[in-house]
């Protein structure tokens, strides 16, 4: 079907199981009064799609999920005449896709053999090789790279013939070693059944307990022993998320496929994940090669632009690389991640200075902008780094912290600070006049309002949630799921009701246009954005002091 571009009208931001369980729930819920021209778009996480980790971040493909979607909601939304935003996760597919599996069944013989890298190959020559079997490169190619976890990122894979070949894997992994079945023994090491059994319990009672391969004594059958670790690692499982090898033309056929796809469904805008992983070369940074990384975005643009999509970059870098200058540069729309941030600084110190600051950079500069408070992830402060002084990004995440939030620190590292996880809702004190404060004021900045649905509906932190998801579950307290019974209650809500009174002000009203003029102007505690249009002109006028807004309107 043909493509338009997106509006700046105001974007939904949900999981499909957000809001009842699954997308038809949302889409029932879109369709009901109160929701009446207050969304224009909506994105929905990928877990729309076969996914397996991350909350959707893992695809295996671009099938719809059985679980939460079918086409009718996709066409439901369409009728609804909502425009869709979708993820394109460029760098790395699941490792249970069909190309990765058939290179467990296939090795050597499969025919995506190099859809993914091969590490050793990767680093021929440019390292020593360890006893596990990897190369392990000189420090001086690896001295400057960026990694997402401790360790070289590396899957040992066991191919058909035996051996152990490593392939590129930033993210997560994990490998599953599956109990053994007494009668397999038999089968495959001919054994004798009795100590098949005996064997067989032993080795998947100390699996049960997380104990090394190595380390596993089988007592009086120690003599089985080299056979039994070669019978677990050749039926070993694995998860994981692994690297995609953009030489070859195998991706970029699935990258055209993938892309075709998307245009199928009736996407808009393609927020593009991870695409600053992708590209590698011996001796980079491995994460925003300069020029590798615009190269592929501009070879993805061009595909794109032939099924009349739009890409969203999605990246997080410091105020100061100016990352988000040189993507608005070569033409694309950029992800607002310094709203969040600044807003409540702004609360904070009650005056809205940065905030001005960083509008008229976007206003002089023309930059499209998708903005947002709350998302799927954190607040964003890694960003703020070079627009705000050091000591009030300390003194925001101490903020933000004190009310309840928690710190996620960048990759691992301690006092390198990343994103704080809370709801928006909480990080302002859990007060309805700032959450409501903060929605006007993020509604008259410039660009495209993406709205966190769990913001919407003035979600609190969610300590639960974070204890169930255990080890890294820190995201979970700014993902609640809600029946749909709870958020059609929520709906008398005086935060929720006039939230939804703002959205349908923003997407109503003629002077919110790509055309309009936007100015801002700041005295201390008082802050006005004003948007002016041959058909009118609006204006909000804010308080930090007092925590109060008023909109004025005037129309031709």
């Not at 993914?116 to 001086?140: A, H, L, R, T």
């Not at 300390?394 to 309840?404: E, M, N, S």
């Not at 949630?465 to 307290?477: F, T």
Request: hydrophobic share 40%; net charge negative.
């Amino acid at each position: 079907m043909e493509q338009k571009k997106m509006s700046i009208g105001t974007l939904l931001n949900a999981y499909p199981d957000s809001i009842g369980g699954k997308l038809a729930d949302i889409v029932s819920l879109l369709k009901m009064e109160e929701f009446k021209d207050t969304f224009q778009s909506f994105y929905i996480l990928p877990s729309v799609f076969n996914t397996d980790l991350d909350r959707g971040f893992s695809l295996i493909n671009y099938d719809l999920s059985e679980t939460y979607a079918d086409q009718k909601d996709i066409d439901d939304l369409h009728e609804l005449n909502i425009d869709l935003l979708m993820d394109f996760i460029l760098n790395h597919i699941s490792v249970l896709s069909p190309q990765f599996q058939d290179i467990i069944r296939n090795g050597d013989e499969s025919r995506y053999r190099d859809f993914f890298i091969d590490w050793n190959k990767f680093w021929e020559g440019c390292g020593e090789m360890s006893e596990e079997g990897y190369i392990v490169p000189d420090q001086k190619y690896i001295k400057d790279m960026f990694f997402r976890k401790a360790g070289l990122p590396i899957l040992m894979v066991r191919f058909p013939d035996g051996r152990d070949v490593p392939y590129w894997n930033t993210f997560y992994q994990e490998v599953i070693y599956n109990e053994v079945n007494p009668l397999d023994l038999v089968k495959q090491l001919n054994m004798q059944y009795s100590t098949a059994v005996t064997v067989s319990e032993t080795v998947n009672e100390a699996l049960r307990n997380k104990t090394a391969l190595n380390d596993i004594d089988l007592g009086r059958w120690n003599n089985y022993k080299d056979q039994i670790l070669d019978y677990l690692n050749a039926n070993r499982s694995y998860l994981g998320q692994m690297d995609l090898n953009i030489r070859s033309p195998l991706v970029w056929d699935y990258y055209r496929e993938t892309l075709k796809r998307l245009s199928d469904y009736g996407v808009a805008i393609v927020r593009l994940d991870a695409f600053a992983y992708a590209p590698k070369a011996v001796g980079e940074r491995n994460f925003l090669n300069d020029p590798g990384t615009w190269d592929l975005l501009q070879k993805i643009d061009d595909i794109a632009s032939e099924y009349g999509l739009t890409l969203l970059p999605e990246i997080h870098a410091s105020y100061e690389e100016k990352i988000y200058k040189l993507l608005s540069e070569k033409g694309y729309m950029v992800y607002d991640f310094f709203l969040p941030g600044l807003l409540i600084d702004a609360f904070v110190r009650k005056n809205g200075f940065y905030l001005k600051k960083w509008v008229d950079e976007i206003t002089e500069n023309k930059i499209r902008t998708v903005n947002m408070l709350g998302c799927h992830d954190g607040i964003p402060l890694l960003d703020l780094k070079g627009l705000l002084p050091e000591e009030d990004i300390q003194k925001l995440i101490d903020t933000v912290v004190g009310r309840g939030g928690y710190v996620k620190d960048l990759h691992g590292a301690k006092n390198v600070y990343y994103q704080v996880n809370a709801t928006y809702y909480s990080a302002l004190g859990e007060s309805d006049a700032r959450m409501l404060m903060a929605r006007a004021i993020q509604l008259f900045m410039p660009g495209k309002p993406q709205i966190w649905y769990l913001d919407l509906f003035a979600g609190k932190n969610d300590y639960e949630a974070m204890r169930k998801a255990g080890v890294g579950g820190h995201k979970e307290i700014n993902r609640s799921n809600l029946s749909l019974e709870k958020a059609k209650e929520l709906l008398k809500e005086d935060v929720v009701s006039k939230q939804l009174e703002l959205l349908r002000f923003r997407n109503t009203c003629p002077v919110f246009s790509e055309d309009a003029d936007i100015s801002i102007d700041c005295d201390e505690a008082r802050m006005n954005i004003t948007w002016e249009n041959v058909r009118g002109r609006v204006s909000l006028d804010v308080d930090f002091e007092k925590e109060t807004y008023k909109i004025s309107e005037d129309y031709k």
